[in-house]
């Protein structure tokens, strides 16, 4: 997906975060910028981590990733080590519903003219075992397993049970909406007989979240021509014992 042609569009490498080797050691290394050390990337050999590198290569933990965006955008934008609290803005998915009004209201919680720092993420659990869309939820108290994400896995149970409902549901605004949305964009299948599985849905969603992110900030640069934006798009996976990691799916930085 583009940006138009006005607009100068600079998109990082497909995976600009993952610049050492997996198994280096970089406990050693300081960043240039914060003066904090570079903390090591770890990969062990269990059936979570195969799960992982083999469907989401090269995703870093949580912390790691966010770090390493700071890392990547401190030379291009200038950006400040830290920039302050967030403005939340997700939906049920990770989706971008908060339309033109809560984007233009999320502008309003920052400098006028930026840069402006996008995490727009879907999610998905592997658990201890390798199994996709499992996870358990030790940090919340419970002790079985469930589902992440959840509203992406009811939206897999209707479509491979025939019971597909796109009817909207003012009780159920959120989940009514997510389901015609990504059908929408996407032309994801819902074919009882090539029913998607939920890495397949966790996917069309990340491409739609990605979609609706770019829509918005491209309409909002042809109204402010000095702006700077930096969107990060991609797949937040939760882990055992309660650990997360980002799959970068993409970044771009639009000035």
Not at 9 to 17: R, Y
Not at 57 to 64: V, Y
């Amino acid at each position: 997906m583009g940006y138009s042609a006005s607009r100068a569009a600079t998109s990082f490498p497909s995976n600009p975060l993952a610049r050492s080797s997996p198994n280096k050691s970089r406990s050693d290394t300081i960043c240039p910028h914060c003066n904090q050390p570079i903390k090591e990337i770890k990969y062990s050999d269990d059936a979570f981590h195969t799960s992982l590198q083999k469907l989401f290569l090269g995703a870093l933990g949580l912390e790691e990733f966010v770090f390493e965006t700071k890392q990547t955008l401190a030379p291009k934008e200038e950006v400040e080590v830290m920039w302050g609290r967030a403005f939340i803005c997700g939906s049920l998915g990770g989706m971008l519903f908060c339309g033109k009004t809560g984007f233009s209201a999320a502008h309003h919680h920052a400098p006028i003219t930026g840069p402006f720092i996008y995490y727009c993420f879907t999610h998905i659990g592997i658990d201890h075992e390798g199994i996709i869309g499992s996870v358990y939820r030790a940090r919340s108290g419970m002790e079985e397993k469930t589902t992440a994400c959840g509203a992406l896995a009811a939206f897999v149970a209707e479509i491979a049970s025939n019971k597909l409902n796109l009817n909207f549901d003012e009780d159920d605004i959120e989940m009514s909406t997510l389901k015609k949305h990504i059908i929408n964009k996407t032309g994801l299948s819902t074919d009882v007989m090539n029913a998607p599985d939920l890495l397949k849905v966790t996917m069309a969603a990340y491409e739609t979240i990605t979609f609706d992110l770019e829509k918005h900030v491209r309409r909002d640069a042809e109204k402010f021509k000095d702006r700077r934006y930096a969107l990060f798009t991609g797949i937040q996976i939760h882990g055992p014992d309660g650990s997360d990691y980002c799959w970068l799916g993409k970044a771009s930085l639009l000035i």
